[in-house]
């Protein structure tokens, strides 16, 4: 059987007529798309977005308008043109928070979702002052007071990494890849209550089994760039986002290939 191959000049020459896949440019007039589709989306801050209110600037939720507030002024940016993202500087605690709400009480156990449970990621950055050392990047915990719930993190040895609470108190750990500083990763964790919790850096999959079968109602804030109480995150985030519900494997690799031209595109 004659196999057909890819003519490579064809494809350049039609570019200017049908979007390659790959194109920085393409992906940033849909990138916005393809996250405000998932279902279960509590909240989309592609880090671009800016509100003042009150003398009090925020990163804009663009799915559901709850707006996280800068603390202590990290930057708004852009990478390539096509990327925006928030700077962060741990040595001036620089963090984005919501107060406890409903919306980011995410227990597992909502019986209007049909694949409950949690699913959060972002595209990430670290500078070298978070290697070796824990940072947050979306967290709803904080082990004062026993309000630990989840958090979204890297760890000390420089993975990236989910922990889950049921009673605010006992907190299941589950690692996924290691990180370098210095350059863009797509990562996000999901947790399918009480069966799995599988962690992406890129499109390397890490999963293991869980028995936690719901997590803590924390009073906590949501935080972004923070992990109590005082480890900060040295680097950028882009494009972060949570859900109430377990994604399908397939829908979080979607989002890496979609969005990856964004960071490394041509």
Not at 111 to 137: E, H, K
Not at 142 to 151: E, F, L, V
Not at 245 to 262: G, N, R, V
Request: hydrophobic share 40%.
């Amino acid at each position: 059987m004659t196999q057909q191959q890819r003519n490579g000049d064809m494809t350049g020459l039609l570019a200017g007529d049908f979007a390659r896949r790959n194109d920085a440019s393409f992906a940033w007039g849909n990138a916005s798309s393809y996250y405000q589709a998932l279902p279960g989306l509590r909240a989309y801050w592609p880090m671009g977005p800016n509100k003042l209110a009150g003398g009090v600037s925020y990163a804009v939720d663009v799915a559901c308008g709850y707006h996280l507030a800068l603390v202590n002024d990290p930057k708004f940016s852009i990478y390539g043109a096509v990327a925006p993202y928030i700077d962060f500087v741990a040595a001036t605690s620089q963090e984005l928070t919501y107060a406890d709400d409903p919306q980011f009480d995410i227990l597992g156990t909502e019986a209007y979702v049909a694949s409950p449970g949690l699913t959060t990621g972002a595209w990430v950055w670290f500078d070298a002052p978070s290697m070796g050392a824990f940072t947050g990047l979306l967290t709803k915990y904080n082990a004062a007071g026993n309000q630990r719930a989840w958090r979204f993190i890297k760890t000390d040895t420089d993975h990236i990494a989910i922990g889950l609470s049921p009673d605010g108190i006992a907190l299941s750990n589950y690692n996924g890849s290691l990180i370098v500083d210095g350059r863009w990763y797509f990562v996000a964790a999901k947790w399918v209550p009480g069966v799995s919790v599988s962690i992406w850096v890129n499109n390397t999959i890490t999963t293991a089994a869980t028995a936690v079968a719901a997590l803590f109602n924390s009073t906590e804030p949501l935080r972004s760039g923070r992990l109590p109480p005082a480890l900060y995150l040295d680097g950028r985030i882009s494009h972060q986002f949570v859900c109430a519900s377990a994604l399908p494997d397939t829908t979080i690799s979607a989002l890496y290939y979609l969005t990856y031209p964004l960071f490394y595109g041509d």
